[in-house]
């Protein structure tokens, strides 16, 4: 877990023993979210219509609202590490969920506003993109929405858990961690070891086997 030639962040690298657990194939939809606030079991967010709807990624979450979700949904948000290893293809390390290719508009949802890729807007539908699935399938590990993850931002891995548990107590508000990156952000951003600190982000949940 992490990478010697990303910031202080994302270092030291070291290594980590993770129990089997189930991860989302998608990021949380502002349709599956919807759900959950109907059922009373989901604050309500003040959505804006840029941000999509439907089938796109649900945006401007607190981290609580993405615990609560994920609960609903008989989950948990997933722990940092189970998040990176998902990203990096398990054991194999790849930079990113396809492999070591670089990130192109064919694989991922980014580069809204840097002309990157033209076409961006915000966010897009789920899965949109099945060239930049992982080896297990799992859709929009990097670009589309940054995911919340359980653990607290600390400003390196120094004292990190290494039995794949999230790292801290439970933070009573943002900022938390967001990974995976967005539409928004250029293709240097999508690297599955970058850790980014701030608020309002979307969810995937994830399942203890």
């Not at 991922?108 to 080896?135: I, R």
Request: charged share 15%.
């Amino acid at each position: 877990m992490g990478a010697t030639d990303l910031r202080s962040a994302a270092q030291p690298v070291h290594s980590v023993k993770l129990p089997s657990f189930k991860m989302a194939r998608t990021e949380v939809t502002f349709c599956e979210y919807t759900a959950c606030t109907e059922a009373g079991s989901c604050a309500a967010v003040p959505f804006q219509p840029a941000w999509g709807d439907g089938s796109q990624p649900v945006v401007g979450l607190k981290w609580a609202q993405s615990k609560d979700f994920c609960t609903w949904a008989g989950g948990r948000l997933c722990s940092e590490s189970e998040w990176e290893y998902a990203a990096r293809n398990g054991s194999a390390g790849n930079l990113y969920p396809w492999g070591d290719e670089p990130a192109s508009c064919n694989l991922a949802v980014y580069g809204q506003g840097d002309q990157s890729c033209p076409e961006v807007t915000g966010t897009a539908a789920v899965c949109s993109k099945p060239a930049g699935n992982n080896a297990w399938g799992i859709c929009d590990l990097a670009g589309n929405a940054l995911e919340y993850v359980e653990d607290v931002y600390h400003d390196s891995y120094v004292g990190a858990p290494s039995d794949g548990s999230a790292w801290g107590e439970t933070p009573s508000g943002d900022p938390g961690i967001g990974r995976g990156g967005d539409g928004g952000l250029p293709a240097g951003a999508l690297r599955a070891s970058i850790r980014m600190s701030g608020c309002c982000f979307g969810a995937r949940c994830c399942r203890s086997t």
